[in-house]
Structures are given as C-alpha cells and as structure tokens.
C-alpha cells in the first residue's frame, strides 16, 4: 500500500522566519517519484519539485530546499526566510497514481 | 497561455441534476488525469486516461460518474443524479509520456456545489 502521510495540518509563522513542511511517506516499491505541490488560495495546484528514489540528493531552489531521507521515508520541505506570499496548503505525493498528503496549510504574517 | 485549462470554473446545481466539466490538456501531453478535493483535504485520484484509453478508475468512481476522452484530446467528466456528497473541487492533470514517472500539471479545477 502507498501513503503519505503530512502530520502538520496547520503551521503559522512570522514574515522571515524559517519553516519545514514535514512528508512522510510509504511504499513497497523500489521506484517512486516524490512531488511537492504548492496550492495558493486561488485553488490551483503549482509543481515545486519531483525527486526520483534513486536520488537522494537534497536541492535547493532559491528559498526553497528539500531534503530526501529514503532512511526515514521522508522528503521534508524547507522554506526559508518566509513571505506572505508563501501563504497556501503544500502537498506532498508520491507517484505511482499520485497518492496526495492531506496538505499543510502554512500562513505566514506580516 | 498553453497551460491545462477546465471548464467551467464554477457550478451550482440542484441535487439530482447531472454535471458534466471539461478539461483541455496540454496538447502534446497523452495522458490525463481526474482528481476530486474535498474542503481540507488533499486530491483523490478519480481515474486516468492514456489517448483516448481510460486505463484505471478509483473506487471513489461510482456508477454515476462517467468520464470520456473519444478523440485523446479534451476530457469530460460527467456527474449524474448529483448528491450533495459530490460538492468538491474537481481537478484535471495532464502529462507526457507512456512511461516513466513524469511531472504531472494541473488545471485550475471546477468548483462544484450540490445544493
């Protein structure tokens, strides 16, 4: 069976804080692809990143960074020195037929 | 913009009246793919097609939905005898490629409501 798992459901904090979005996921198979997903309050879903299995390289993308740890089955996501307009619900899924997280609605304030 | 585009943005409907959305993928993208998002929770996966195939359906599909791709272009995704259950978000995706593990690019949803 395949689950991911997104154990913070509400995180809020202040403009240029640090923040991580922790994904948690399972998975009998050797080959999956890991996504994180940004949903503003417009509804639409934005592709931040995919990480392949077999790359356990962690990347960062301008404020954005991610950390993959197959050890653990985590793919964390770390926002640092938030904005307001960070402010959305991330998703975390794993592929095969996409299974999503539930979402972790971030808000960050002035 | 050539992004994933769903029509219409918004529906009211009664209770037992049938809907049905449409979604444009991005047009050199084969597969396609239908989500439903309930008010605080993640996407659930509906079903997929690859062309105009319909390869896999979630138990989340019931008999009243029905989805199509005839020409393995636009999808529609058809609701009948609505319920006041079905009221959701209902997401289309698209990408590339038969195989391998590709990024999938979602449209801007369809926002139903069962009154």
């Known amino acids: 069976a395949q689950k991911v798992t997104q154990a913070q459901t509400e995180i809020s904090v202040v403009e240029k804080e640090d923040v991580t979005l922790d994904c948690v996921y399972e998975?009998?198979?050797?080959?999956?692809?890991l996504f994180w997903y940004k949903q503003p309050p417009s509804g639409e879903l934005v592709f931040l990143i995919r990480?392949?299995?077999?790359?356990?390289q962690n990347e960062i993308s301008g404020r954005y960074s991610w950390n993959f740890q197959k050890s653990t089955s985590s793919f964390n996501f770390t926002i640092t020195a938030s904005q307001v307009v960070d402010s959305a619900v991330y998703f975390c899924?794993?592929?095969?037929?996409?299974?999503f997280g539930a979402g972790t609605r971030l808000t960050v304030k002035p | 913009d050539t992004g994933v585009s769903q029509d219409p943005r918004h529906k009211i409907t009664k209770r037992g009246q049938n809907v049905t959305f449409r979604c444009d993928p991005i047009?050199?993208?084969?597969?396609l793919y239908w989500y439903r998002q309930t008010l605080g929770q993640g996407p659930e996966f509906l079903t997929y097609?690859?062309?105009?195939?319909?390869?896999?359906k979630s138990r989340l599909l019931s008999d009243r939905f029905s989805a199509e791709r005839p020409k393995g272009s636009f999808s529609t995704l058809e609701i009948q005898r609505t319920e006041q259950g079905d009221s959701a978000m209902y997401l289309c995706?698209?990408?590339?490629?038969?195989?391998?593990?590709?990024?999938?690019?979602f449209g801007p949803g369809t926002r139903l409501l069962v009154l």
């Open positions: 995706a698209s990408r590339v490629g038969a195989g391998g593990l590709k990024t999938q690019y």
């Open positions: 998975t009998r198979d050797t080959t999956y692809y």
């Open positions: 990480r392949n299995s077999f790359d356990e």
């Open positions: 899924a794993l592929i095969v037929d996409m299974r």
């Open positions: 047009s050199e993208h084969n597969r």
């Open positions: 097609f690859q062309n105009e195939a319909q390869l896999e």
